[in-house]
């Protein structure tokens, strides 16, 4: 059975609600062992810190639970929002979230076995110095995650390319950014090689370009102006396909025995299906207009 999007979402946050009133009832519970079982705590030691680990690790949870709440329905009405979507405000807070509660499960797990986290903190802050160093670049793509999740720049569905790669962001992390690509692969870019190199969002300007460069021999080819016609003819049945008066054919070249030409356009509203038909035509009219075989480049911007 198929879930939509919408149901997905009411049944986790119906999920997340029983969940954090479970968590609530059991840290009830906790704390009225603590104020009523003094003695037996004073009896067994390791009880004692159990329910102290416990207490602190609900206790935070909750808060930090509360926190995320907080936050969310704030931008739900901010945005104007009928539900919660997954996009970079909201994983930017579950991933502090997360890193929270990573922070008092092991300041909870120092309590459980009696050691104190103050204590703890000033004997390995040498240590941890060094390590920081060491793992400089690590920290450097958690920040930049953060940095890209609370930024509007690049947003989860986004179509962009980095370097040779290009394709859809399906997820930020705090190490890199997953993309998905035409053959369906995933794709890990580190967040720290984002923020260093050139990055083409192709959805911020709400449009694409098909663009494919060609060569076509000398002695074979007709008229740049006949070759165009013959490009836009095929062209026709996709005209609610490409924005108006944007078709262009240009030479970018002329040698000896070849012209390099290169046709391009915008596409209001991708479609990989669309694009792949256009594409194909376009190429089946470049490759009759030569005699010999035509070298194409296609390049999707």
């Keep these: 059975m198929v879930i939509d999007q919408a149901t997905y979402n009411q049944k986790k946050i119906r999920r997340q609600v029983l969940i954090f009133i ?3 009832l059991v840290y009830a519970a906790v704390v009225w062992f603590n104020f009523t079982q003094h003695d ?3 009896k067994y030691k390791a009880i004692g810190s159990i329910s102290n680990a416990l207490s602190l690790f609900l206790g935070a949870n909750l808060l930090i639970s509360i926190g995320w709440l907080v936050m969310i329905s704030w931008y739900i009405r901010k945005n104007h929002l009928k539900r919660l979507t997954r996009d970079n405000f909201v994983l930017g807070i579950n991933r502090i979230s997360s890193v ?10 120092m309590l459980l076995f009696g050691v104190n986290p103050i204590d ?3 004997s390995v802050s040498i240590a941890a110095a060094a390590f920081a160093l060491l793992s400089k670049d690590y920290v450097t793509n958690m920040i930049n995650g953060l940095i890209i999740m609370f930024s509007d720049q ?3 569905g986004d179509q962009i390319r980095v370097g040779e790669f290009k394709g859809k962001v399906l997820d930020i992390t705090l190490i890199n950014v997953v993309l998905q690509n035409d053959d369906d692969d995933l794709v890990l870019i580190p967040n720290s090689v984002i923020f260093s190199t050139m990055v083409l969002n192709q959805s911020k300007q709400n449009i694409k370009k098909l663009t494919i460069e060609f060569e076509l021999d000398i ?6 102006d006949e070759l165009e016609q013959s490009l836009k003819g095929v062209l026709r049945p996709f005209a609610s396909n490409i924005t108006e008066n944007s078709f262009s054919l240009k030479i970018l070249e ?6 390099h030409y290169k046709v391009q356009f915008l596409i209001p509203r991708p479609d990989k299906e669309t694009e792949r038909r256009m594409r194909r035509l376009l190429i089946n009219t470049i490759l009759s207009f030569s005699g010999r075989e ?8």
């Design 22 to 24: 479970a968590k609530l």
């Design 40 to 42: 037996l705590f004073n």
């Design 100 to 109: 929270l509660n990573t922070i008092i499960a092991l300041v909870s797990l």
């Design 120 to 122: 703890m903190f000033v």
């Design 154 to 156: 690049l947003s989860l």
């Design 219 to 224: 002695k074979y080819q007709s008229s740049p």
């Design 254 to 259: 002329i040698r000896k025995d070849l012209v």
């Design 294 to 301: 035509v070298n194409t480049v296609e390049n999707d911007g």
